[in-house]
């Protein structure tokens, strides 16, 4: 009797833990479920403007030839120590050519930094964030003499955002933190340059850090979801923007096979989405962009060297985001709508095979030759999503997309394709003017009987056959309306820099929000 009531006592127990094991088990964690980290990047110096120097302030010069400009805030003792220091040092005023001073009069120190032969806007910008990334260590406050006009103030201010930059959120046994004492621009025009600065410039270097943000992070913390989280977070409570996301059963409904066909290897799921930010009411510009949380080339796996770098495979949807956020933020006249096509490409016995074909939302079909060319598989199903439920007056996609591009151009340039020649010629413009520069590389029609295939509408790729960059921007324009105004800017390169810059520190770039942020003001259908 005893052995009985035991007996019924454990299945008893059985049977009401079953439940809750059940419930535990219907959770599953994807990665390890502890977070590197949960702190921010540190504080950067806030940036403002006068029309005198703080008497405390570290001093930056800003200058166009070699002698010191006669109204630089300097006593005759500090002016002639300085200009001994500048002639020892054989200073000649090259671009961002520096000399970086101590003891002189009761500066805490004076940097030095040539503007060139050209001390326009580029120059003042690079300067300025030159000197940031000089002034990194210092703990002083910051003065800006130099610059020039308001207008130029204000772009010193944004090369000095730029150069400051970091992304330092992970390292948590560094000592103390970085200076916030502040950045002062000065000169005659500071209201002026307080306006360009308020009104544009600011939402410009928060997009761009962003952008920066989301491409530096690891593939363990951006991924679909959180891209999507941070961009909701980013854009909450700014006037005129409506943000809309497609799930897989949303996207499975529209047959959109191309961009869950690269997700289907992971466990994370792929996501469309579409920030649009209406200040005007003319027609859309369409801005897609590439949005690879990992590439790890799936079936067709990666070398293991410099696999690290996938995790910045989203940068073409951050640069699209990133554009939408400055423009929005600014107020700009202009009505965009930014696409991120995400997805994470990762191998598995789910994942997708060389040799699949697929459908695209048009109806299209594609043939598989390289899991690793997924880019452009995520992009096209973006593409004709937004160009049938927005109707822009053109499109621009932005993608880290071939190898090919980098051998090419390199990091020097991004490479531009397109068959619009007004949308080219104002994509190029936006770059020269932004110094994020393209160079415009062919559409040949040979292109299209390369990417003949026997089973499908096109192959997606060639193995081992140039050129790749063409091919990819052909198979794009494939799914897009020869109607349609469409340019392709292949940033492969563009997105990491191995070396701080005057205006891009080690790490991501951010390339494109700038470009796109001008094109989107100055391109007209």
């Given at each position: 009797?005893?052995?009985?009531?035991?007996?019924?006592?454990?299945?008893?127990?059985?049977?009401?833990?079953?439940?809750?094991?059940?419930?535990?088990?219907?959770?599953?964690?994807?990665?390890?479920?502890?977070?590197?980290?949960?702190?921010?990047?540190?504080?950067?110096?806030?940036?403002?403007?006068?029309?005198?120097?703080?008497?405390?302030?570290?001093?930056?010069?800003?200058?166009?030839?070699?002698?010191?400009?006669?109204?630089?805030?300097?006593?005759?003792?500090?002016?002639?120590?300085?200009?001994?220091?500048?002639?020892?040092?054989?200073?000649?005023?090259?671009?961002?050519?520096?000399?970086?001073?101590?003891?002189?009069?009761?500066?805490?120190?004076?940097?030095?930094?040539?503007?060139?032969?050209?001390?326009?806007?580029?120059?003042?910008?690079?300067?300025?964030?030159?000197?940031?990334?000089?002034?990194?260590?210092?703990?002083?406050?910051?003065?800006?003499?130099?610059?020039?006009?308001?207008?130029?103030?204000?772009?010193?201010?944004?090369?000095?955002?730029?150069?400051?930059?970091?992304?330092?959120?992970?390292?948590?046994?560094?000592?103390?933190?970085?200076?916030?004492?502040?950045?002062?621009?000065?000169?005659?025009?500071?209201?002026?340059?307080?306006?360009?600065?308020?009104?544009?410039?600011?939402?410009?270097?928060?997009?761009?850090?962003?952008?920066?943000?989301?491409?530096?992070?690891?593939?363990?913390?951006?991924?679909?979801?959180?891209?999507?989280?941070?961009?909701?977070?980013?854009?909450?409570?700014?006037?005129?923007?409506?943000?809309?996301?497609?799930?897989?059963?949303?996207?499975?409904?529209?047959?959109?096979?191309?961009?869950?066909?690269?997700?289907?290897?992971?466990?994370?799921?792929?996501?469309?989405?579409?920030?649009?930010?209406?200040?005007?009411?003319?027609?859309?510009?369409?801005?897609?962009?590439?949005?690879?949380?990992?590439?790890?080339?799936?079936?067709?796996?990666?070398?293991?060297?410099?696999?690290?770098?996938?995790?910045?495979?989203?940068?073409?949807?951050?640069?699209?985001?990133?554009?939408?956020?400055?423009?929005?933020?600014?107020?700009?006249?202009?009505?965009?709508?930014?696409?991120?096509?995400?997805?994470?490409?990762?191998?598995?016995?789910?994942?997708?095979?060389?040799?699949?074909?697929?459908?695209?939302?048009?109806?299209?079909?594609?043939?598989?030759?390289?899991?690793?060319?997924?880019?452009?598989?995520?992009?096209?199903?973006?593409?004709?999503?937004?160009?049938?439920?927005?109707?822009?007056?053109?499109?621009?996609?932005?993608?880290?997309?071939?190898?090919?591009?980098?051998?090419?151009?390199?990091?020097?340039?991004a490479g531009l394709f397109g068959r619009h020649e007004g949308l080219v010629a104002a994509v190029q413009a936006a770059?020269?003017?932004?110094?994020?520069?393209?160079?415009?590389?062919?559409?040949?029609?040979?292109?299209?009987?390369?990417?003949?295939?026997?089973?499908?509408?096109?192959?997606?790729?060639?193995?081992?056959?140039?050129?790749?960059?063409?091919?990819?921007?052909?198979?794009?324009?494939?799914?897009?309306?020869?109607?349609?105004?469409?340019?392709?800017?292949?940033?492969?390169?563009?997105?990491?820099?191995?070396?701080?810059?005057?205006?891009?520190?080690?790490?991501?770039?951010?390339?494109?929000?700038?470009?796109?942020?001008?094109?989107?003001?100055?391109?007209?259908?």
């Amino acid at each position: 009797m005893r052995l009985l009531l035991a007996t019924t006592c454990l299945a008893s127990l059985a049977l009401t833990a079953a439940p809750a094991l059940a419930q535990t088990q219907a959770v599953p964690v994807i990665g390890s479920g502890v977070p590197a980290t949960t702190a921010k990047n540190s504080a950067e110096r806030p940036i403002g403007f006068a029309t005198a120097v703080p008497a405390d302030a570290a001093l930056v010069l800003l200058m166009a030839d070699k002698a010191v400009p006669a109204d630089a805030p300097l006593s005759p003792e500090e002016r002639k120590g300085l200009e001994a220091a500048l002639s020892a040092a054989g200073f000649a005023a090259k671009a961002n050519e520096t000399v970086s001073l101590r003891g002189i009069g009761a500066r805490p120190r004076i940097v030095v930094v040539g503007l060139g032969k050209d001390a326009g806007s580029k120059a003042v910008m690079e300067a300025a964030g030159k000197a940031a990334q000089d002034l990194r260590g210092e703990k002083a406050p910051i003065a800006v003499v130099g610059a020039g006009n308001g207008a130029l103030m204000a772009d010193a201010a944004l090369g000095y955002a730029l150069g400051q930059y970091r992304f330092d959120r992970y390292k948590v046994t560094t000592g103390s933190a970085p200076s916030t004492a502040p950045v002062t621009i000065v000169g005659a025009e500071a209201t002026a340059a307080q306006a360009v600065w308020t009104g544009r410039h600011a939402a410009t270097a928060e997009a761009v850090r962003f952008s920066r943000d989301l491409s530096n992070e690891p593939a363990s913390t951006i991924y679909p979801d959180s891209f999507i989280a941070r961009t909701r977070e980013a854009f909450a409570g700014v006037p005129g923007v409506s943000i809309e996301v497609l799930d897989e059963a949303a996207m499975r409904k529209l047959n959109m096979g191309s961009i869950l066909g690269v997700g289907q290897g992971s466990p994370r799921g792929s996501r469309l989405l579409l920030v649009t930010y209406k200040g005007s009411e003319a027609a859309p510009l369409a801005m897609v962009g590439k949005g690879i949380t990992f590439d790890s080339g799936g079936i067709s796996i990666k070398p293991g060297s410099g696999m690290w770098r996938m995790k910045a495979d989203m940068s073409g949807a951050a640069a699209v985001v990133g554009a939408a956020l400055s423009l929005a933020k600014s107020k700009a006249p202009v009505h965009v709508v930014a696409v991120a096509a995400l997805a994470e490409n990762m191998p598995d016995g789910n994942a997708q095979r060389p040799g699949d074909v697929v459908r695209t939302m048009s109806g299209k079909t594609a043939e598989i030759f390289s899991t690793d060319a997924e880019g452009r598989m995520v992009l096209v199903d973006g593409i004709e999503y937004v160009a049938a439920t927005r109707k822009p007056a053109a499109i621009v996609d932005v993608a880290t997309l071939t190898g090919a591009k980098v051998t090419a151009l390199g990091d020097e340039y991004a490479g531009l394709f397109g068959r619009h020649e007004g949308l080219v010629a104002a994509v190029q413009a936006a770059g020269e003017a932004t110094g994020e520069a393209v160079w415009r590389l062919p559409l040949h029609p040979n292109y299209a009987d390369d990417l003949k295939s026997d089973v499908a509408d096109i192959k997606h790729g060639t193995e081992g056959v140039p050129p790749g960059a063409g091919h990819g921007a052909h198979f794009i324009g494939f799914f897009i309306d020869p109607a349609t105004p469409w340019a392709h800017l292949d940033i492969a390169g563009n997105e990491m820099s191995d070396a701080a810059k005057p205006l891009t520190p080690k790490g991501a770039t951010g390339y494109g929000v700038r470009l796109l942020d001008q094109l989107a003001r100055t391109w007209k259908p």
